[in-house]
């Protein structure tokens, strides 16, 4: 269902959506890279690497980014707003944590991969990250399905304003924070 229009100017479900859009993207060009560093044998290993891992950096960063205004901002004033969704609010917290464990080990298993080359680690990369992705659209799915579409239709303008300001302020606050180097993502 298309939720491109709101009973107010302001309305942050645009905004999320295209944060989904942007990090689905980076999810298929880390699965492609990761594909190729499966596939493609030892002569292309070393560029496949660098690339698994330069995707995989962009990735994390748009990924925690999101999570971050969705934990800080969005689920608390939703769960003020309706009561209804705080077990699904719940679900999704889980799944964020599930997202910061899987992007760590991951890391993990590309350091070791790195060092060691180990000919079963490219398939278990491929394995972790294509998990990751299968997760992430899984999750968009729900949030898209529940918590925007509850944000669309169930709350009024000025609740709608007020997510948007809220949401603003932290994306405004987090690109300040990567300015400084306070924040490392």
């Known amino acids: 269902m298309e939720l491109t229009q709101c009973g107010s100017n302001?309305?942050?479900?645009?905004?999320l959506r295209d944060d989904?859009?942007?990090?689905?993207?980076?999810?298929?060009?880390?699965?492609e890279a990761l594909?190729?560093?499966?596939?493609?044998?030892?002569?292309?290993?070393?560029?496949n690497i660098s690339a698994v891992s330069r995707s995989?950096?962009?990735?994390?960063?748009?990924l925690l980014e999101h999570i971050?205004?969705?934990?800080?901002?969005?689920?608390?004033?939703?769960v003020s707003f309706l009561p209804r969704l705080e077990a699904m609010t719940h679900l999704l917290y889980f799944e964020h944590g599930d997202f910061r464990d899987h992007l760590k080990a991951i890391h993990s298993s590309l350091a070791k991969f790195k060092i060691s080359r180990t000919p079963m680690a490219p398939?278990?990369?491929?394995?972790?990250?294509?998990?990751?992705?299968c997760l992430l659209r899984s999750h968009f799915r729900i949030e898209t399905q529940s918590v925007y579409m509850a944000i669309h239709n169930d709350l009024r303008a000025e609740e709608k304003k007020r997510l948007s300001e809220d949401?603003?302020?932290e994306k405004s606050e987090d690109s300040n924070s990567i300015k400084k180097g306070d924040k490392g993502v």
């Open 10 to 15: 302001v309305c942050v479900c645009q905004s």
């Open 20 to 31: 989904h859009a942007v990090i689905l993207r980076e999810a298929d060009l880390f699965y």
């Open 35 to 47: 594909d190729k560093l499966r596939y493609e044998g030892r002569y292309h290993q070393r560029a």
């Open 56 to 62: 995989l950096s962009v990735l994390r960063k748009h």
């Open 68 to 78: 971050e205004i969705e934990e800080k901002k969005i689920f608390p004033l939703l």
């Open 123 to 133: 398939l278990s990369l491929h394995t972790q990250g294509m998990y990751l992705v």
């Open 167 to 169: 949401c603003q302020a």
